[in-house]
């Protein structure tokens, strides 16, 4: 059963703490994302990585630290520098560039982690 | 800021009646759009996506339009069913790689 996993689904943190949330896939997908998600708002890119051990930053890294040891594995860390990390974070993943023309861009997305600073 | 320039109204229909959610984007590069549905508390899901190269596709009882000349994307959602009830967010991609820029959503009601 092929897909892209998030855990936990819930997770609360007190102020100052570091979290890793988690983020997995089956896909054999190149690229992955980390996005936020305010209530009533868009999506907002933290990071993405096109390729295994290189990740780059996206419109609102700071606070934020990934790894890409893996294929399979993208971690997201919300550090105590992340002054508002109250939010619904979401992973994807995608497809990336076929050498000589477009890849698939579609995103498949997880099912979410819903954080909560006390 | 963002490109695609879609805010969260709430759009309310009667069930059965069909649905028009639009989005307008500002990178006339763009060349590839997605639709996403988001139910609450999940994440988002494909619904459909479109090239630049053409002006309509239809999927099981969607249809997106694209016009290239307002930078306009509509989705288009026959029969609405309670079902559908959700946020409807539309992405484009405008540059080499499988970046995705997106909208700020528009949230759908359905009443029975």
């Known amino acids: 059963d092929g897909g892209i996993t998030q855990s936990p689904k819930y997770l609360f943190r007190k102020e100052g703490q570091n979290v890793t949330l988690s983020c997995e896939q089956n896909?054999?997908?190149?690229?992955m994302y980390w996005y936020r998600q305010d209530p009533g708002q868009g999506l907002r890119l933290i990071y993405y990585?096109?390729?295994?051990?290189?990740?780059q930053k996206g419109d609102i890294a700071e606070g934020y630290s990934v790894s890409r040891e893996k294929k399979e594995s993208f971690p997201l860390t919300v550090t105590s520098a992340q002054k508002n990390p109250t939010a619904f974070y979401l992973c994807?993943?995608?497809?990336?560039?076929?050498?000589?023309?477009?890849?698939?861009?579609?995103?498949?997305f997880g099912p979410g982690t819903r954080l909560t600073v006390l | 800021g963002e490109s695609v320039g879609l805010h969260l109204p709430t759009l309310s229909v009667q069930e059965g009646d069909n649905s028009i959610i639009n989005c307008a984007y500002s990178?006339?590069?763009?060349?590839?759009f997605i639709w996403y549905k988001q139910e609450s508390g999940k994440g988002p899901q494909f619904i459909i996506d479109?090239?630049?190269?053409?002006d309509k596709r239809q999927g099981q009882r969607v249809t997106v339009l694209l016009n290239k000349t307002v930078k306009h994307l509509s989705l288009q959602i026959a029969a609405t069913q309670p079902g559908d009830s959700a946020v409807y967010f539309c992405?484009?991609?405008?540059?080499?790689?499988?970046?995705?820029?997106f909208g700020g959503g528009t949230r759908l009601m359905v009443k029975p």
């Open positions: 992405a484009e991609n405008y540059n080499a790689g499988n970046m995705l820029t």
């Open positions: 990178n006339s590069a763009s060349d590839y």
């Open positions: 990585s096109q390729i295994v051990n290189d990740f």
């Open positions: 479109i090239r630049s190269n053409m």
């Open positions: 994807a993943s995608s497809l990336t560039i076929l050498a000589g023309g477009r890849g698939q861009n579609e995103q498949f």
């Open positions: 896909l054999n997908h190149d690229a």
